[in-house]
């Protein structure tokens, strides 16, 4: 595992990307619009904050942030 800054927000979080199933991000159910949006604005891996945050967005047209 390693600290990461989330390239939303900056914040720091731990990366469990090799421990997949102990991932925050696992706990948070995106659709295929959202998953899309998300690899198309940012690189890497973004913090449990975000990816909440994003799920609950109806329309994603425009960044949150």
Known sequence: HQLVECPRCAERFECKMN???????TQVELDREQTEFIAAHWEGCL???????????????????
């Not at 421990?19 to 991000?25: A, D, E, G, M, N």
């Not at 913090?47 to 942030?65: D, G, I, M």
């Open 47 to 65: 913090c449990n904050n975000c990816l909440k945050e994003l799920s609950r967005l109806k329309s994603l047209a425009t960044p949150a942030r």
């Open 19 to 25: 421990s997949i199933v102990k991932c925050h991000c």
